[in-house]
């Protein structure tokens, strides 16, 4: 028998993907599916970032960059941070990468091994968890709690950290959540970490442009204090719906930007040309369909939250940020993931069990309202009779 380190043993995997295969499978038994399960727009990538791709296939751009990416891409991104944040970085500190778990993982494998702390969120990205067990690092949660409106506490997080502690994992706008940190809360979070020095950040903004009812992203780089320490975790996937393109981007500080640089010419060499072309045309052309495809996610967050908030046993927070609703269902009776699994055997409606973020995911469920109005509807519909 074929003999593997440890490691592998521990890792695990994010349950949307098993739930999309399952719910594909019965859609093609003739089954009429509404997936609410998978967190991807559900609009086409915008038209000129397309034909940005093709006519760098066309002009030739179809062999080997840079490892950190096309220097156009770079400098299109540290200008894209200057308009969106206010704070002007330097070109050479930006990663291209081939989606956002990318620096995820780069981020936890330099840090994570057997005797130190990774904290992270729970209920948070599965693939968090997953990647500090894989290192052998021991996972501390931070809770993410409902009567926080799912923003992070920066009392409760800076508890946590230990002379163990060698990373600190943030997400805001959340997954699964939807939670947003208000900017009182980060301040307090970046004064803390004064006290302990030695320990990075990795900070997942990835949702950093969506935001409701006037509440706003505050980005971990706006504070100079940390940025030495620092890795920024964004992307195209969400904003531009290209998350099929896999095209990703990180802001590593100085002290580290070469270590991710040699694990990417290890690992993917570089990113799939024509798309780092198609996303220099997404950073710097019309804005118009991101700012479209925001406001119809608005529209959909409101039935999503009323509809919900209208069921047996289930209320449901207004989320201020990405694209998911994480209701609370626990008056229903139902163990979450049953309850999932149940609503998509017998209801044809795809969802995620709340278990599958984390520990404290237990009585919730996660929806992405990045489907259509009338799908939202029909499946609202399914899930009141079910219930």
């Not at 130190?116 to 729970?122: A, N, R, S």
């Not at 904003?239 to 580290?256: E, K, Q, V």
């Not at 149940?342 to 044809?348: F, K, N, P, S, Y």
């Amino acid at each position: 028998m074929l003999q593997t380190i440890a490691g592998f043993d521990r890792i695990g995997e994010e349950n949307a993907f098993a739930v999309l295969a399952r719910a594909t499978a019965l859609a093609e038994e003739g089954r009429d599916i509404i997936n609410l399960g998978i967190g991807q727009p559900d609009f086409k990538t915008p038209d000129h970032i397309v034909e940005a791709a093709i006519k760098a296939l066309r002009d030739g751009h179809h062999g080997y960059t840079p490892a950190t990416g096309i220097a156009p891409l770079r400098e299109a991104v540290s200008a894209d941070l200057l308009k969106r944040h206010g704070v002007e970085t330097d070109p050479a500190n930006v990663l291209i990468v081939p989606g956002g778990k990318v620096t995820m993982f780069i981020a936890i494998l330099m840090f994570g091994e057997p005797g130190v702390d990774i904290l992270y969120p729970d209920p948070g990205f599965p693939i968090y968890r997953s990647m500090i067990e894989f290192t052998g690092a021991r996972p501390v949660p931070v809770p993410i709690r409902e009567e926080n409106d799912f923003a992070f506490s920066a009392e409760e997080t800076l508890e946590l950290i230990t002379d163990k502690t060698r990373l600190l994992i943030l997400n805001s706008p959340a997954n699964p959540t939807g939670g947003v940190t208000p900017r009182a809360e980060i301040e307090k979070l970046v004064a803390g970490l004064q006290h302990h020095p030695n320990v990075a950040i990795l900070s997942d903004e990835i949702y950093s442009q969506m935001t409701y009812d006037g509440m706003e992203h505050v980005s971990l780089l706006s504070f100079e204090a940390i940025r030495d320490r620092l890795i920024l975790l964004d992307g195209w996937s969400k904003t531009y719906a290209m998350t099929g393109w896999r095209m990703g981007f990180a802001l590593w500080p100085d002290s580290l930007i070469d270590k991710a640089r040699k694990l990417g010419v290890n690992a993917w060499s570089c990113v799939n040309a024509p798309a780092q072309f198609g996303a220099l045309a997404a950073l710097t052309g019309p804005q118009d369909a991101v700012h479209e495809m925001l406001r119809e996610f608005d529209a959909r967050r409101r039935v999503t939250v009323n509809g919900l908030n209208a069921l047996d046993g289930v209320t449901c927070r207004t989320p201020l940020g990405a694209f998911y609703a994480f209701p609370n269902i626990s008056n229903t009776g139902w163990k979450s993931k049953d309850l999932a699994s149940a609503l998509l055997e017998e209801t044809g409606v795809a969802l995620i069990g709340g278990p599958d973020f984390g520990t404290l995911g237990e009585g919730y469920i996660r929806l992405s309202y990045a489907n259509s109005t009338e799908n939202i509807e029909r499946a609202l519909d399914r899930m009141r009779k079910f219930l």
